[in-house]
């Protein structure tokens, strides 16, 4: 019976307590005499002041991305080098099916002092072999060279080949040395004979890995003098 009594009393009590509670003054601590009342808004703010979620159809439409437009050449090879011949020109191929590689890769060219065209690549039965080195042809004469090995450090992949005349006219060949891009060793070569003989390779920073120096494209000299070269690695 009591149990019942406390159960239905047990609501009003509660409500009036928090009557009481709403009706008695707010107790201030001493730190903040002097300082305004905060006065909570009696009723709900205007439903226009009331932000409201963005609907599918109020969202700004997805703009679609244009299609690429792959441009064609205008002229075929034949006709290219028609008008080659005809501005006084001349096509040729450095080597032909006669070669003694398979496959070869990023060729690179250079005018030397004397007026002489170097080229060179890299070349093997297919990229990343063990038998892949850098070769080179000479242009001299109205004619290109028979391809000569020209550097092969040790028994890796040699890759990308970049030759570049400074201004002393020396002519210099930046190439890479690895199995795997990361592990890239940057050399490098000088020949002072238009490509006829050639230093022994050198690493550029000894036992760095990684693609510094030339990989693709040959350096800036700027004002000062200072070679600048992009570099660049892959990783998976």
């Not at 159960?7 to 307590?17: D, E, H, N, Q, T």
């Not at 391809?147 to 002393?168: D, M």
Request: net charge positive; hydrophobic share 40%; aromatic share 8%.
């Amino acid at each position: 019976m009591l149990s019942i009594l406390f159960r239905r009393l047990m609501p009003a009590i509660c409500l009036v307590l928090l009557l009481g509670a709403a009706d008695a003054p707010v107790r201030r601590s001493p730190l903040s005499k002097g300082r305004p009342d905060i006065i909570a808004p009696s009723h709900t703010p205007p439903r226009s002041t009331i932000p409201r979620k963005i609907r599918a159809k109020d969202a700004e439409p997805v703009k679609e991305t244009p299609p690429i437009v792959v441009r064609h050449g205008e002229l075929s090879p034949a006709q290219f080098l028609g008008k080659v011949k005809e501005a006084g020109g001349r096509a040729d191929f450095v080597f032909e099916d006669t070669r003694p590689f398979a496959e070869c890769h990023a060729s690179t060219i250079v005018e030397s002092a004397n007026g002489q065209l170097l080229c060179a690549w890299f070349g093997g039965t297919k990229e990343k072999d063990d038998d892949v080195a850098i070769w080179l042809s000479r242009f001299a004469g109205g004619v290109w060279s028979q391809p000569q090995k020209v550097v092969k450090v040790n028994e890796t992949a040699h890759w990308n080949p970049v030759l570049f005349r400074a201004a002393n006219s020396a002519v210099y060949l930046f190439f890479k040395v690895g199995r795997e891009i990361p592990l890239w060793e940057t050399c490098w070569m000088e020949t002072k004979d238009d490509g006829h003989t050639w230093s022994k390779p050198v690493e550029l920073v000894k036992h760095d890995q990684g693609g510094r120096g030339p990989v693709k494209n040959k350096p800036i000299v700027l004002s000062d003098g200072t070679w600048v070269a992009g570099a660049s690695t892959e990783y998976k």
